[in-house]
């Protein structure tokens, strides 16, 4: 059974980069998916933060991170890549990448069907 893993929170100071990775597994190829990430700060609600459509021909991001973070798909096999830079104490959350194979809606939670467990990213000020 496939599924999502991620790697590379942490806690960083404002100001600071981190680039969050998230491989697939059980067989399933990123490159077949529209790939997403989405974050959850601490009594909020699921946020989209950015999506890479199939092939990467589409990519979208929020406002709040919009110059300031890059979705990629890598060089290293079923992996994509959320680098965020100039990070700031707002951008503390759970980030999770999700896979969807048919989607309407890139930013919309619930046309992903594949999610990975969540990494904590914590930015100080």
């Known amino acids: 059974q496939g599924q999502l893993v991620h790697s590379g929170g942490g806690v960083v100071q404002a100001g600071s980069s981190l680039r969050l990775s998230c491989a697939a597994s059980?067989?399933?190829?990123?490159?077949?998916?529209?790939m997403g990430w989405f974050r959850q700060a601490p009594g909020k609600e699921l946020d989209f933060v950015a999506a890479?459509?199939?092939?990467?021909?589409?990519?979208y991001y929020s406002d709040s991170v919009k110059g300031r973070f890059a979705i990629s798909r890598g060089n290293a096999p079923n992996t994509v890549y959320l680098q965020m830079n100039s990070l700031k104490p707002e951008d503390t959350a759970v980030y999770y990448c999700?896979?969807?194979?048919?989607?309407?809606?890139?930013?919309?939670?619930?046309?992903?069907?594949?999610w990975g467990q969540g990494t904590q990213v914590t930015v100080s000020s």
């Open positions: 999700a896979a969807a194979s048919m989607i309407d809606d890139m930013t919309r939670e619930d046309e992903y069907e594949y």
């Open positions: 059980g067989g399933h190829a990123v490159s077949n998916y529209h």
């Open positions: 890479n459509s199939w092939k990467g021909g589409n990519i």
